[in-house]
T-cell receptor, first 112, second 114 residues
């Protein structure tokens, strides 16, 4: 019940295309859903996050869509650029637990 | 000025040895973490300290012992290293304002056990 399932494992997109990464969770007590971006040789960094009281959050080319009833959320990267090539992790956290559960990661490659 | 810094960045050692990784954060955060990232990039929490108090201790072998001398530092000592300990270890910190806080990660310490 503590797992966060992430798909696909890897993704190749043409420059200018839309990248979509999906995550699903079971624990209904999760109340915070961030996405982290990790470049090779670096630590993950927060990209965007959402709480379950909204269905969508947009920051620039990055959008989280959240479906509370389906217990799913997804990251959309519009107009994907080669500089977006990285590993993306979804995560979930339950308030007060101090613990983030990470998905298994998606390696995104954007072709120039 | 690095927010979360870890040393060393690379560690290569023999099975059975003991090694330590140090972490320091200058963000003024009250919570620090150790995460392990295996060869498949899976990120798993190991420990968390809040104001020097251990608050998360996942099912990690006793050979791993964290120590937090103050809230800006969290070190990880590993005894009797095994091949399966080879991974990248990330230190992270967060400020627990409200119920959630953004995690700030260091650049990782790559441990290779031969």
């Amino acid at each position: 019940q503590q797992q966060v399932k992430q798909s696909p494992q890897s993704l190749i997109v043409q420059k200018g295309g839309i990248s979509i990464i999906n995550c699903a969770y079971e624990n209904t007590a999760f109340d915070y859903f961030p996405w982290y971006q990790q470049f090779p040789g670096k630590g993950p960094a927060l990209l965007i996050a959402i709480r379950p009281d909204v269905s969508e959050k947009k920051e620039g080319r990055f959008t989280i869509s959240f479906n509370k009833s389906a217990k799913q959320f997804s990251l959309h990267i519009m107009d994907s650029q080669p500089g977006d090539s990285a590993t993306y992790f979804c995560a979930a956290s339950e308030g007060g637990t101090y613990k983030y559960i990470f998905g298994t990661g998606t390696r995104l490659k954007v072709l120039a | 000025d690095t927010a979360v810094s870890q040393t060393p960045k690379y560690l290569v050692t023999q099975m059975g040895n003991d090694k330590s990784i140090k972490c320091e954060q200058n963000l003024g955060h009250d919570t620090m973490y150790w995460y392990k990232q295996d060869s498949k990039k899976f990120l798993k929490i190991m420990f968390s300290y809040n104001n020097k108090e251990l608050i998360i201790n996942e099912t990690v072998p006793n050979r791993f012992s964290p120590k937090s001398p103050d809230k800006a530092h969290l070190n990880l000592h590993i005894n009797s290293l095994e091949l399966g300990d080879s991974a990248v270890y990330f230190c992270a910190s967060s400020q627990r304002t409200g119920s959630h806080g953004e995690l700030f990660f260091g650049e990782g310490s790559r441990l290779t056990v031969l």
